[in-house]
Nanobody, 124 residues
Framework: QVQLVESGGGLAQPGGSLRLSCAASGFTFSSHAMSWARQAPGKGLEWVSGIYSDGSATYYADSVKGRFTISRDNAKNTVYLQMNSLKPDDTALYYC?????????????????WGQGTQVTVSS
């Protein structure tokens, strides 16, 4: 069965960095877009970033553009999110999601599996 397991979350200071990983199994990883989304306390789910199935294109929400970088290693069935210049507003539970198709989108309806999430807290 499809499994998505996130890791790498934790506590970071403002201006610091974290690298999230999502290990995937149970499907042909290289045939699906992957995305990261987050949910802050008391707020709705926010799409953060997505990457094409072959890694040829990446997309970002305006709130993280220039600070976060998504990448994937199809040989390892893993997608990453490098987060730099972290802000307190980045505090959230971060999820990875498996896209239905090749190309990512910012709509949750285009994703059929989600991980359990990894907590990121940005605080001094």
């Amino acid at each position: 069965q499809v499994q998505l397991v996130e890791s790498g979350g934790g506590l970071a200071q403002p201006g610091g960095s974290l690298r999230l990983s999502c290990a995937a199994s149970g499907f042909t990883f290289s045939s699906h877009a992957m995305s990261w989304a987050r949910q802050a306390p008391g707020k709705g789910l926010e799409w953060v970033s997505g990457i094409y199935s072959d890694g040829s294109a990446t997309y970002y929400a305006d709130s993280v553009k220039g600070r976060f970088t998504i990448s994937r290693d199809n040989a390892k069935n893993t997608v990453y999110l490098q987060m730099n210049s972290l802000k307190p507003d980045d505090t959230a539970l971060y999820y990875c999601a498996k896209g239905i198709g090749l190309e990512p989108s910012d709509s949750t309806k285009d994703y059929d599996y989600w991980g359990q999430g990894t907590q990121v807290t940005v605080s001094s």
